[in-house]
């Protein structure tokens, strides 16, 4: 298990290593960022973009939270990290594909299903209900055609991509860039278990990729 001290270890690797290798690379991107996709993933730690997709600093710009889920567009109550990365990628950087990712076995998911957190305080789990409370209706239409048990999260995982995907379009600047054929939205699950990945066909099926 990695604490600090580790990760100052892995910072002298990487630095003697992988750093010095791409040096001319690591000096362009000093110059400024171009990623051409953005990924809205999960916080899971078992679940890094950049090591699923293979993709070298620069080409991916990324935003972790808890089950990837993305709010809809509004301009009132709290802060917006989230509504923040997406309005930089897309309006400043001009990425010209989003990526939903999911992925298996994924906590605020199975959190969700359970509805337990529903009455937490805040430090006692009520920071994440209320998060997660993004996937209240799909919860509803989950249970009432899986259950809550191995299938049932299965069909949540993938139907919380499907939220956030549809929760984007509710983003003018989203909309309008989508409608023009300037920016294209996946949907993706990775499967911790057996490592495969299943790309959203449409609004329909998740296929092998």
């Not at 991107?29 to 990623?35: D, I, T, W």
């Not at 799909?138 to 956030?164: D, F, W, Y």
């Not at 995907?165 to 699950?189: D, W, Y």
Request: hydrophobic share 40%.
């Amino acid at each position: 298990m990695s604490n600090f001290s580790d990760l100052i270890d892995g910072y002298y690797r990487f630095r003697g290593t992988e750093w010095l290798e791409e040096r001319e690379r690591w000096a362009e991107l000093a110059e400024g960022q171009s990623p051409r996709v953005m990924v809205i993933a999960c916080s899971d730690s078992r679940v890094e973009p950049a090591t699923i997709f293979g993709s070298r600093p620069g080409e991916i710009f990324v935003v972790r939270n808890v089950a990837n889920l993305v709010p809809p567009f509004e301009t009132g109550g709290g802060l917006h990290g989230v509504s923040a990365a997406l309005e930089f990628a897309v309006t400043v950087l001009k990425v010209s594909e989003i990526v939903v990712l999911g992925h298996g076995a994924c906590g605020g998911v199975k959190a969700a299903l359970a509805g337990n957190l529903k009455d937490a305080a805040p430090g006692e789990g009520g920071f994440v209900a209320s998060w997660i409370s993004l996937l209240d209706e799909a919860r509803e239409k989950v249970i009432a055609a899986h259950g809550q048990g191995e299938e049932g999260q299965t069909a949540l995982e993938q139907e919380g991509v499907r939220t956030s995907l549809k929760n984007l379009m509710t983003f003018p600047f989203v909309k309008e860039r989508v409608e023009a054929g300037e920016l294209q939205l996946h949907g993706a699950v990775f499967a911790i278990k057996d490592g495969k990945l299943r790309v959203l066909e449409g609004d329909d099926r998740f296929e092998p990729a």
